[in-house]
């Protein structure tokens, strides 16, 4: 008997039939997650990309700005209300792409206020337009009864289930620095930032910060393999779930702890939904399996391909830091859509200087007059913000003739409790450098290993610090 291609098999087990149950559960938590996030910020658009002077752009984004006058507040609450019509499955289509663009909009106003649940934000958005979570449990499936269907097809369950794990494994891989296996900053969380009366019995033995970080480094490498694994399912979803609530209660990371455990749900069996149901309503049993309708063979192949695309893009870019020279944790270039979170601490110190060459006058720049707390130490991190911020001061200073301004900075960066170094070549005029991919020539290299963490210098007259989520 001859064997069936190989693209057979795969084209069989990704269009075969699983219950809908899990994608719709998922579609209707994510939704009311990102309901909950739109009224827990509503009162900060102002603070957030109104109030201040001066936005970081990303690359090739620079022309993404605020709207006028009232347009964020009408934004934000149309972004709410395209939530809602998810929830509920009401244009469904229409509403997770006119989503997935509101959330990418608010994501590329301002560089600086990158989180990295913002971007997964970003992406489930993306996703859950192509995956057909409106068949079951919608509106449109009421109104447009052709849609409804108690099965779909397993890559679209499969092609969640890849990102979070993604998300988790690559979490995992950023903890394996030699920071986080000395126990920091986990230690300092546990001795200046976190506060309860059962840690705070612990906090100070010598054992505590190991036990926290390996435990959390294991947690991340090992989620998605014990997900995925029928026997360890149930109890690593319970271990991974009661994570992030500690998370929540400890960290002021947001949204995400509880975005992270409605995506984690897909990890369990498709029909987990109704089999809970069919407990309190035995009507609800579980379906017998049956064919899904399947596109042409050609579609097929376009739906596989755009899946081990977007999969491969994913595995990619968070790895591309590797190819950086110097040490990643002092460039921190590697956080952005990296799933960098909460690894180190930096705290940043930085004097600007603008120099007139038409009359030799320097002086220099207040910070505080153009970005806020927040804005500051996120400049810090990154070396093209450094720069973005120069090219805008070189724009915006006043000049008493036609040469340009020249404008140098002073950066001092402590990681993780350190001594402060120099980040940044200070006889270096930065609004003339030109925008490079990569160490910027500028960036100061460290040519030993920084040292062990030692005296806590991070609060030292610093004007930015942060944990770096």
């Known amino acids: 008997m001859r064997k069936q291609p190989l693209l057979a098999k795969i084209r069989g087990r990704a269009f075969a039939p699983v219950d809908i149950a899990s994608l719709v559960f998922f579609r209707i938590a994510f939704a ?34 605020p709207w006028p006058g009232n347009g964020l507040y009408i934004h934000w609450t149309l972004f709410g209300i395209l939530a809602v019509f998810i929830a509920v499955g009401f244009l469904y289509r229409v509403s997770a792409t ?60 499969w ?69 995925l694994w029928r026997r360890t399912r149930l109890p690593a979803f319970c271990l991974v779930a009661f994570f992030h609530i500690l998370n929540a209660q ?59 695309t977007y999969i491969a893009i994913q595995v990619f870019v968070p790895v591309t830091h590797f190819f950086y020279r110097g040490g990643i944790e002092w460039t921190y270039a590697e956080h952005h859509f990296a799933w960098q979170m909460m690894v180190r601490r930096k705290s940043t110190m930085g004097f600007f200087y603008v120099t007139d060459p038409n009359n030799d006058e320097t002086y220099q720049i207040k910070l505080r007059d153009y970005l806020d707390s927040r804005q500051i130490a996120r400049m810090g991190w990154r070396p093209d913000m450094v720069q973005q911020f120069a090219r805008y001061l070189a724009s915006v200073t006043l000049r008493s003739g036609p ?33 490079v991919w990569g160490r910027p020539r500028w960036l100061l290299q460290v040519h030993e290993p920084l040292p062990p963490p030692g005296e806590d210098f991070s609060n030292d007259l610093f004007i930015g610090s942060s944990e770096g989520n």
């Open 32 to 65: 009311l997650v990102m309901l909950g996030e739109v009224f827990r910020m509503r009162h900060q658009i102002a603070s957030y990309w109104i109030s201040p002077r001066f936005l970081f752009k990303y690359y090739g984004f620079s022309w993404v700005h």
């Open 98 to 157: 006119l989503f997935f663009l509101s959330c990418s909009y608010f994501f590329f106003l301002d560089e600086g206020r990158y989180v990295n649940h913002t971007y997964l934000m970003c992406l489930f958005g993306f996703l859950l337009i192509f995956v057909p979570a409106h068949r079951a449990f919608s509106v449109d499936a009421w109104l447009w009864p052709k849609l409804r269907s108690r099965v779909t097809p397993a890559w679209t369950v």
């Open 159 to 227: 092609l969640l289930r890849a990102q979070m794990a993604v998300v988790y494994f690559f979490a995992g891989i950023a903890k394996m620095t030699p920071d986080w296996l000395r126990g920091e900053p986990m230690r300092a969380w546990l001795t200046h930032i976190i506060h309860s009366p059962v840690i705070d019995h612990f906090s100070h033995a010598i054992w505590t910060p190991y036990f926290a970080s390996y435990t959390a480094l294991l947690l991340d490498l090992l989620a998605a393999p014990l997900l």
């Open 250 to 308: 400890f960290f002021g990371i947001g949204v995400f702890p509880w975005l992270a455990i409605a995506a984690t749900t897909i990890f369990l069996s498709p029909d987990w939904p109704r089999r809970i149901i069919s407990v309190f309503r035995p009507s609800v049993a579980a379906i017998p399996k049956k064919a899904v309708p399947l596109p042409p063979h050609r579609h097929q192949t376009w739906i596989l391909c755009f899946v081990a």
């Open 403 to 435: 040469q340009p301004l020249k404008v140098q900075a002073r950066m001092f960066v402590s990681i993780n409790g350190r001594k402060p170094q120099l980040f940044l070549d200070p006889n270096v005029d930065l609004a003339a450098e030109p925008h």
